[in-house]
């Protein structure tokens, strides 16, 4: 994967939680409990595709611009985007898709919730 940085990167950020979901073979990344990305592992244990949460729009957008940005690899492909972690997405890009991936997923929850991650 040429994405060396991305487990340093999400974890870096207010409230993230990283475990490995056993039967899917993916490590996924939370916050608040819930998911905003996940590393996704081939049956050799080697990344198959990185998955974070856009605005449908956007990630439709993205799809069309980048042959290795494509729906999400198992999850609801309106909202999920799966990215190939041995593609040419830049990592400029690919940070700030995590970005807006961790902001979806902690603005969907509570106020005070928010406030307990951020804070705290």
């Not at 940005?69 to 690919?94: E, T």
Request: charged share 30%; proline share 4%; aromatic share 14%.
């Amino acid at each position: 994967m040429r994405y060396t940085w991305i487990d340093e990167y999400l974890l870096g950020k207010a409230g993230v939680a990283k475990d490995f979901k056993e039967e899917w073979k993916w490590f996924r990344y939370q916050v608040g409990g819930k998911m905003f990305a996940a590393i996704c592992l081939d049956e050799d244990g080697e990344p198959c595709y990185i998955t974070l949460k856009l605005e449908p729009a956007e990630g439709d957008f993205l799809r069309q611009q980048y042959e290795d940005i494509i729906p999400g690899y198992y999850m609801n492909k309106v909202h999920w985007n799966s990215v190939k972690p041995d593609g040419a997405v830049p990592d400029d890009l690919l940070k700030d898709l995590l970005d807006k991936s961790y902001q979806l997923v902690l603005g969907g929850l509570s106020k005070k919730k928010q406030r307990e991650i951020l804070e705290g």
